[in-house]
T-cell receptor
Framework: GAVVSQHPSWVICKSGTSVKIECRSL??????MFWYRQFPKQSLMLMAT?????????EQGVEKDKFLINHASLTLSTLTVTSAHPEDSSFYIC??????????????FGPGTRLTVL | GQQVMQIPQYQHVQEGEDFTTYCNSS?????IQWYKQRPGGHPVFLIQ?????EVKKQKRLTFQFGEAKKNSSLHITATQTTDVGTYFC??????????FGSGTKLNVKP
């Protein structure tokens, strides 16, 4: 199946700093990428939908100025958590759609990035 | 807003017993997908259901999509320890967005 990578896999930062997370589709061109966050023992919450070359669509309650998404190419989307605070600590997962051989809107998930803000 | 509920939240079974998780949406879905997430891992796609009333099988797993396309179920026959993990449904709405259910964590005792 298609492979999606995320970098970094984990990051610890001080409160007030910004953190960039990269999501790459390694062997296919992703028409759409999604960003989710997952709190411990909870489900995935869709944060935003990202289409290459256009502005991301954010879900209700997600601050677009806080979580900056850039989808510069068909293989790369980035999520920047600006001025991170401890409440932003979470597991962030991206997924990509549109892989060669993928069926029916199948999403391919990255391994996730665990963010801890001190 | 869009809500996808899943029950039960947790299920502990003895190896060999059956397991079922149910997914209900507040709105009609275009399709529904099921994912499995192992502890410490990321969600892995299992299957997609598109048609009203559709039933699909993957070895010991049986997936159903309701007639109204608002509910779905995943049934595992004769569970094995390798089935341990959290099972999520994800519904695709008419705006082409996926919303994940709350997940059912399955623990299988050997």
């Amino acid at each position: 199946g298609a492979v999606v990578s995320q970098h970094p896999s984990w990051v610890i930062c001080k409160s007030g700093t910004s953190v960039k997370i990269e999501c790459r589709s390694l062997d296919f061109q992703a028409t759409t990428m999604f960003w989710y966050r997952q709190f411990p023992k909870q489900s995935l919450m869709l944060m935003a939908t990202s289409n290459e070359g256009s502005k991301a669509t954010y879900e209700q309650g997600v601050e677009k100025d806080k979580f900056l998404i850039n989808h510069a190419s068909l293989t790369l989307s980035t999520l920047t958590v600006t001025s991170a605070h401890p409440e932003d600590s979470s597991f962030y997962i991206c997924s990509a759609k549109g892989g060669l051989g993928s069926s029916y809107n199948e999403q391919f998930f990255g391994p996730g990035t665990r963010l801890t803000v001190l | 807003g869009q809500q996808v509920m899943q029950i039960p939240q947790y299920q502990h079974v003895q190896e060999g017993e059956d397991f079922t998780t149910y997914c209900n949406s507040s709105t009609t879905l275009s399709n529904i997908q099921w994912y499995k997430q192992r502890p410490g891992g990321h969600p892995v796609f299992l299957i997609q259901l598109v048609k009203s009333g559709e039933v699909k099988k993957q070895k010991r797993l049986t997936f159903q999509f309701g007639e109204a396309k608002k509910n779905s179920s995943l049934h595992i026959t004769a569970t094995q320890t390798t089935d341990v993990g959290t099972y999520f449904c994800a519904g695709l709405n008419n705006f082409n967005k996926f919303y994940f259910g709350s997940g059912t964590k399955l623990n299988v005792k050997p």
